[in-house]
């Protein structure tokens, strides 16, 4: 990201009362860039955006937008523009109404602008119909073309596609996707859904309890989560807890709760006090079926058929956590006995052995 | 659950019962009368001597007696109109003569009032009067300049806004006076249109127009007017008594006064006649006649009856014997075109 | 079947007992009224009839047109009044006020004067604005005049006050609820592309709270129409508007044909107008 900041939160924070919304954060956007915050309800990331947008104002920090401090500035004075979550069109006026609404009126290329805009998003056809004679996804384009019309140097997005049905968040993300290559500004987008942010972000805010928990491309956010928090939240995992044993280079050597042994690694190389509580993190699609370098013995509590997959509830035996496995059905042999109350045999790498100190969790 | 369900019912039926309890009661007496002709030193004796219960709704005006009995009957036994009202509600068959023999006392009444022609229309008696008085005029003298002989008060430039009048046909009569008429129950068009024409270029002299003796009273003692023509007696007593600070004074204009008098008519198919011609006869008698005498300040249409329950003093004051002082006065009859004069009237209220 | 037997008069009752109501209580008064429009006043009292001598007579004797144009007039005045008032009350309940129970008691406040009776409310002004009143009193003790004015009572202006007072709650009721029900994010909206606060007062909250407008200005017009105590408590003698006439003619004109005749027709300027609102409203709708 050598491209420059075209959004920076420099130390905010955010107090409703005595309840802080949003703890100390810093966060830099680049031009061009595709960030999402992502986390549960009430981690903060929607107040974050309303922070940029100027809906809210920042107990303390700064906040600058294109080079600007614009911390204190009032909503419409900000080079920012905003698609709502419910799309706010206004219910008076028609689609090129509402498109037009930002726009100078007395410039002459408005309806120029106008037409581009409902061009970029496809909806060239519906300039005059109200907002209540529009479709869900209808509503969502009208509101990203009154957003982008007005040339924004960063586009905010809350929540853009979760009004919208499965099949046709799908085809809007591909959409967003396509309109942000285009327009080549900053996307600021805030979701909830982890599979959102990993299939359109280039760089996704983790966030939870006001907090920024992690920053990353969506590969790093899942290849080296920085918390069982992230590791569970970006992609799924099991989180067991275990006890350290001993440390071989790279390796850990740790102890379950009845005494199955395996081996992991812990992110950035870490070490660990002999006999420290830690968390291990095992992604479902982590988990083998069969014997090999970390061996877990078994017993199936559920079954659950998914098509291509079989996902598996397990639980290790001398043990009462719960496992989740994904078992690939490519790969079987028909042999297995699969089913509920069957004892199985599990490995997992120790490189998928994820790492975590208890508290961190 | 049960106990609760009686307990609803016995509340609503009792409640639907109380509402209705007026219409069943037995002997009772619905009076439509004039504020301060049945307060409790009226009606308590009376109540008390006859076990009639006794019911009062008031009037504001002569015109409200006839709209009341022509919304249905049942409602009033007695009603009370001046002279001037009694024909309307005779000859609309709202009320019945009266049997002068069940009103002990009759024969003592001024025979001036109770053989007034109103009142002996068509062969057969339709009133009992009750008490008699005076319109005449009220004013503050330490407002108005000099002292006032004449209607023309009510019509002086030089106490614009702070006139009043009463809210009546009766205004026509007092506009038609000051224009020197005569005829004031039978003017004519010209004669109408002039007056009209005389109390819409009064309108700017008047704060308001006056609905009920407390009304003026609260307009006299408030500041807000100096003249205005009254009911003798009734408002300066309240308005003095009130201790402002000032004293109002009334006269009696050199173009005279109006006189007036009040009769008990018995409403047409009463059921409770007894009670009736109890509080007819009772009202003839020194405890009546004295007890609204004394309500009002005005005066006694009994002579016999107060003998013994007035110093000389009050006599005097009240005209007790002095049936001379009705010839001083304008009394007031129906206008000929009664529908004209109210017309007249409402179209001088709705003029700007 | 048996079941539909036996509940058939179950239904009927259900269904009739309203429409006997309404019909009783509404639909046969009015009936009444309007025919009586046609009877014949003749002293003593009146007669049956079907003749429009009593239309004619208001439409040729100026003083019914004349009556009624003053009541159009102050039930304007009262209308605009109670907007320009309590609108910006309506718009600081709805949008300044944060705190829910500091909003609450405002609203109670606005709603409050309508549980005390009516006749109080009024001749509470007529305290207020009289010669000895408040307001002089006031002014007085300001040293901006030297004697009592007699200028704020007994007049149009006094009735208008006294009205807008009585009736602003009718205002400021339906306006709020109209801008309750502007969504938040409408004019977060606004704000976001870039029109200021009063740029998107103009355009967004106040053509969406125009059917609150509407309906109170409405109810408003058609309530000071209406009204006969004002001009009784707090007029003066050019207060006369078009229910005391009617009251009059029921009353000591005993002219009940004239009456209803007046009646009918205020009935069917108050049912203009209630169309006239309806449409505007709908007008309004079909951009919504």
Request: proline share 5%; aromatic share 8%.
């Amino acid at each position: 990201m050598a491209a420059r900041p075209i959004v920076t939160l420099d130390g905010v924070t955010k107090n409703y009362g005595t309840f802080r919304a949003l703890e100390r954060t810093d966060l830099t956007l680049a031009e061009g860039e595709f960030v999402t915050l992502l986390g549960p309800s009430g981690c903060g990331k929607t107040t974050t955006l309303r922070l940029i947008g100027g809906f809210e104002h920042a107990t303390s920090g700064r906040i600058q937008i294109d080079g600007r401090d614009m911390t204190e500035s009032a909503a419409y004075l900000r080079p920012v523009n905003t698609v709502f979550q419910d799309y706010a069109l206004f219910p008076h006026m028609t689609v090129a109404e509402n498109i037009a609404y930002g726009l100078n009126r007395r410039d002459p290329t408005v309806a120029g602008q106008v037409s581009d805009a409902l061009d970029l998003v496809g909806l060239g056809a519906l300039r005059d119909r109200n907002p209540h004679q529009l479709s869900g996804g209808q509503k969502q384009r009208v509101a990203m073309a009154r957003a982008i019309v007005r040339r924004p140097r960063v586009l905010l997005l809350d929540e853009p596609l979760s009004a919208l049905d499965v099949k046709l968040r799908e085809g809007m993300q591909i959409e967003l996707k396509r309109i942000h290559r285009e327009l080549g500004i900053a996307f600021l987008m805030v979701t909830h859904d982890q599979g959102e942010a990993m299939s359109m972000s280039d760089r996704i805010v983790v966030m939870q309890s006001g907090k920024i928990r992690q920053i990353g491309r969506p590969e790093e956010l899942y290849d080296a989560p920085a918390s069982p928090y992230v590791a569970d939240f970006i992609g799924g995992s099991n989180l067991i807890d275990a006890t350290h044993v001993t440390r071989d280079g790279e390796l850990h050597r740790i102890e379950l709760a009845g005494g199955i042994r395996l081996q992991g690694i812990a992110r950035d190389g870490r070490g660990f006090a002999t006999g420290a509580p830690l968390v291990a993190a095992l992604r479902p699609e982590a988990l083998r079926l069969g014997p090999g370098e970390n061996t877990i013995p078994c017993r199936i509590t559920e079954v659950n058929f998914q098509g291509d997959r079989i996902r598996l509830e397990v639980i290790p035996t001398g043990s009462s956590a719960r496992l989740s496995v994904q078992v690939q059905r490519v790969g079987l042999t028909g042999g297995e006995k699969l089913t509920h109350g069957a004892d199985v045999t599990l490995s997992i790498a120790p490189k998928d052995v994820m790492l975590f100190p208890a508290e961190a969790s | 659950m049960l106990k609760s369900k009686a307990l609803h019912h016995l509340v609503l039926g009792s409640t639907i019962l109380s509402c209705m309890a007026g219409a069943i009661q037995a002997s009772e007496l619905n009076l439509l009368t004039w504020e301060g002709y049945a307060t409790p030193e009226i009606t308590g004796p009376f109540e008390a001597a006859t076990s009639c219960k006794v019911t009062a709704t008031y009037v504001g005006s002569n015109d409200d007696f006839a709209p009341k009995l022509a919304a249905g009957g049942g409602v009033y036994d007695i009603v009370v109109p001046s002279l001037d009202a009694v024909p309307v509600l005779q000859q609309a068959g709202f009320v019945q003569p009266i049997e002068t023999a069940k009103v002990t006392g009759f024969d003592t009444i001024y025979p001036e009032f109770s053989k007034a022609a109103s009142l002996n229309a068509d062969g057969s008696v339709w009133g009992v009067p009750l008490i008699w008085g005076s319109v005449s005029l009220l004013y503050r003298p330490d407002k108005i300049q000099g002292t006032p002989d004449s209607i023309g008060i009510l019509f002086d430039p030089a106490y614009t806004g702070k006139i009043s009048m009463w809210d009546d046909k009766s205004s026509i009569y007092w506009a038609a006076r000051y224009l020197g008429y005569n005829n004031i129950y039978d003017l004519s068009d010209e004669q109408l249109d002039a007056v009209k024409a005389k109390l819409i270029e009064q309108k700017p002299l008047v704060r308001k127009y006056w609905t009920s003796a407390g009304e003026l009273t609260e307009l006299m003692a408030n500041d807000e007017v100096y003249a205005s023509n009254t009911w003798t007696g009734l408002t300066s007593k309240d308005v003095n008594a009130l201790k402002k600070g000032f004293e109002v004074v009334e006269f009696s204009p050199k173009e005279k006064s109006e006189g007036w008098m009040d009769s008990m008519m018995l409403v047409k198919d009463t059921p409770n006649e007894d009670c009736a011609y109890k509080f007819m006869a009772y009202m003839q008698a020194a405890e009546g006649q004295c007890a609204i005498a004394a309500a009002t300040g005005y005066f006694p249409v009994n002579p016999a009856a107060v003998a013994g329950c007035m110093d000389d003093a009050m006599k005097k004051d009240r005209q007790v014997g002095n049936i001379d002082f009705v010839k001083s006065l304008i009394m007031w009859e129906q206008p000929a075109r009664l529908d004209k004069y109210i017309e007249v009237w409402n179209a001088v209220k709705a003029a700007p | 079947m048996k079941l539909d037997r036996r509940n058939a008069p179950g239904f009927l009752a259900l269904f009739s007992l309203p429409l006997i109501w309404s019909l009783l209580l509404l639909i046969v008064p009015y009936l009444i009224m309007i025919s009586v429009g046609f009877w014949l006043r003749k002293y003593p009292t009146f007669v049956p009839d079907f003749q429009f001598a009593n239309y004619a007579q208001i439409f040729t004797d100026p003083q019914y047109i004349g009556v009624i144009l003053r009541t159009a007039k102050i039930a304007a005045c009262v209308t605009v009044l109670a907007t320009i008032l309590g609108y910006p009350l309506a718009y600081l309940l709805a949008f300044t006020v944060r705190s829910p129970g500091l909003r609450n008691l405002m609203y109670l406040m606005v709603i409050v004067p309508l549980w005390v009776s009516y006749l109080l409310r009024a001749y509470t002004w007529k305290t207020i604005l009289g010669t000895n009143g408040v307001l002089n009193s006031f002014l007085q003790s300001l040293g901006l005049i030297d004697a009592p004015l007699d200028i704020f009572l007994y007049n149009q202006t006094a009735m208008v006050i006294t009205l807008t007072y009585i009736f602003i709650p009718f205002m400021v009721m339906p306006i709020f609820s109209s801008l309750e029900n502007i969504p938040r994010n409408l004019i977060e909206a606004s704000e976001d592309l870039g029109i200021g606060p009063f740029g998107t007062f103009l355009k967004v909250v106040l053509p969406l709270s125009w059917g609150g407008i509407l309906a109170g200005a409405t109810v408003t017009f058609c309530l000071t129409f209406g009204d006969f105590v004002a001009p009784v408590l707090v007029g003066g003698p050019d207060g006369t508007m078009i229910a005391n006439v009617l009251q009059n003619q029921f009353g000591a004109a005993l002219n009940w044909p004239l009456g209803s005749a007046l009646a009918t027709l205020v009935l069917l300027l108050v049912m203009a107008i209630l169309w006239l609102s309806s449409r505007l409203d709908r007008t309004a709708r079909i951009t919504l």
